[in-house]
């Protein structure tokens, strides 16, 4: 018997509106439209579809707080994790929004109505402590927390919501379950026991021995579920993370295991994301859930160390372990023993026997530099699926990002670096000048904080692109505000795939050796007011503190720091 939701109902928005989908479609096309964030996304299609049941709808502001303070709902349901629809001040105030007021959520993909929220309330969230309290500190080398100050609104608006449709997916849709699909599936092929297992990695041996393991020592069935909606910066894509799990689900036992895919955005909150990830599975049915080392743990804090104990996950998930009611499994740490070509627990080996282990950082440099994985670690396809969507480092893209004044001669290195790069070979390389850019692209801008934003993130966003192909890009904007550079630079980590390779490079000609060789005479027109917002004039560069390489035109030729550059890319490998 597949498990009960939590709460006891599963919170089926879109069974439960299906009837008025069409009047509330109808409706939603004279309503003002909130065009959801990748995030909002992910979490409306679960708050629809039961995955956060008993949720149906985004925290008010008494839940919110319970929820930050209590790890529950306000009427004391355990709920560790505050899903909120954060909107601007600028929004709130065009829209009109207030208590009472009905608003359309659209796909920012396709623009498609997928609900409306019945607004109940506006509030400002206190962020310090949701940090604090959630994530177990207001630090930015947290990913949630630099989320949170970077780009989650001013204002949380919560109320319930009525679903029109479910998001559209293109990629996948087969592997794509809602709970009350995945439910149907288990009762069909009459599994009543299943041990749920979580990911955000490629799988490997150990992995499926682990899973293998578990489900026979309980006699249950295996559920893969992958997160496939956001994940840590950095992490594998999911395309090449699901073409893996095609492949390992093909070694487990006829009718042992199940892939079903989760449109999760995770927080990597570890032992509170515990919690909320046994939830999640409850509500997909599962009856066991895997719980790891460090679970949903986003790496070390500013001080270098882990953010949460190894076993903090484990252990809240206990404490709740008579309102959850899933049964977790603590997972397993498994290694290879060469003498009978088996993986067994590492606390159950014994002593003096030889076993063998590849780290993730050992993995991902055999990956880079085409060195043999061999297949006691992993299986062949799996390691095909890698190899083709992660070549070695002197295929992948990088992005050379130059930052300085208007005439540091930024623009000069720009395109000798381009000329170099071109007579190496290897790559495409492509050159985003600040003033062409601006001029193709950004013609509508003018100088104000918000629009050499813009400039800048158009830039991270075409330099994306082309490096996640493989190419080879040099942009040379002015980027004088530092939270304009870090966003540029998170642009190309997150979406430059295994091009996402970011090199600072700070122009730090002095203002006044840049003025007076200024031919154009830009800077004499700037001092005499025809031009508002200059930079290192009437508008400051804030200088970065965090380049990767820095120079100065007057003291260094133009060759010297091309080819420091190309020794930069050589250290890296990806020369």
Not at 119 to 137: C, L
Request: charged share 25%.
């Amino acid at each position: 018997m597949v498990n009960s939701p939590h709460g006891g109902v599963l919170k089926d928005l879109i069974a439960r509106d299906e009837p008025i989908s069409a009047q509330l479609r109808e409706e939603a096309s004279t309503l003002p439209d909130i065009t959801l964030t990748d995030r909002q996304l992910c979490d409306l299609e679960l708050i629809t579809n039961g995955g956060f049941s008993p949720l149906e709808g985004f925290l008010n502001e008494k839940d919110y707080v319970n929820v930050v303070e209590n790890l529950r709902l306000a009427d004391g349901t355990l709920f560790p994790i505050p899903v909120n629809l954060d909107l601007s001040k600028e929004t709130i105030e065009a829209l009109k929004i207030a208590p009472g007021s009905r608003l359309a959520l659209r796909d920012p993909r396709d623009d498609q109505a997928l609900a409306i929220i019945t607004v109940e309330d506006i509030y400002t969230p206190d962020r310090v402590k949701e940090a604090v309290n959630v994530f177990g500190a207001d630090d930015p080398a947290h990913p949630a927390v630099a989320y949170l100050r970077n780009q989650v609104k001013e204002f949380y608006v919560g109320g319930k919501v009525q679903a029109i449709q479910a998001p559209t997916h293109f990629d996948y849709v087969a592997l794509r379950y809602t709970p009350a699909e995945l439910r149907a599936h288990f009762k069909k092929v009459a599994w009543r026991k299943v041990v749920a297992f979580q990911t955000r990695n490629p799988m490997h041996r150990a992995h499926r021995e682990l899973t293998v393991r578990a489900a026979r020592q309980r006699q249950a069935n295996v559920l893969i579920h992958p997160v496939v909606g956001l994940t840590k910066p950095g992490d594998v894509d999911h395309y090449t993370r699901v073409r893996v799990y095609e492949a390992i689900m093909k070694k487990y036992p006829n009718g042992l295991g199940h892939l079903a895919l989760l449109p999760l955005a995770m927080r990597m909150a570890g032992p509170r994301e515990a919690v909320w990830h046994s939830i999640i599975r409850k509500n997909f049915g599962a009856t066991h859930f895997i719980v790891g080392r460090d679970h949903a743990g986003p790496g070390k804090n500013s001080q270098g160390k882990d953010f949460y104990g190894p076993y903090d996950a484990q252990d809240l998930v206990i404490k709740y372990h008579d309102e959850l009611q899933i049964e977790m499994v603590p997972f397993q740490q498994m290694t290879y023993l060469p003498s009978t070509d088996e993986y067994q627990p590492v606390d159950e080996v014994p002593k003096g026997v030889q076993t063998l282990d590849i780290s993730g950082t050992e993995l991902r440099k055999r990956l880079r530099t085409g060195a043999p994985i061999p297949d006691w670690f992993s299986y062949e396809e799996v390691v095909k699926v890698l190899r083709e969507s992660y070549p070695p480092r002197n295929k992948q893209g990088f992005v050379l990002f130059l930052t300085g004044l208007h005439n540091s001669g930024k623009d000069t290195i720009a395109r000798a670096l381009q000329t170099t790069l071109h007579q190496q070979g290897g790559r495409s390389v492509s050159l985003l000048l600040g003033e062409t850019v601006r001029q193709e692209l950004s013609a509508e801008l003018g100088f104000s904080a918000d629009d050499r934003h813009k400039n800048v993130q158009r830039i991270a966003y075409v330099a994306a692109e082309l490096t996640r192909a493989g190419a080879a890009v040099v942009a040379a904007p002015i980027a004088p505000h530092e939270r304009s550079r870090q966003a540029a630079k998170q642009t190309v980590l997150q979406n430059g795939g295994p091009g996402g390779n970011f090199f600072l490079i700070h122009v730090a000609t002095p203002l006044e050796h840049c003025e007076k060789t200024d031919r154009k005479g830009v800077y004499a027109r700037a001092r005499a007011g025809e031009i508002k917002g200059f930079t290192g004039v009437d508008d400051p560069y804030e200088t970065p503190d965090n380049a990767d390489l820095t120079f100065d035109v007057t003291k260094h030729t133009i060759p010297e720091i091309v080819h420091s550059i190309i020794l930069l890319l050589e250290t890296n490998a990806l020369v």
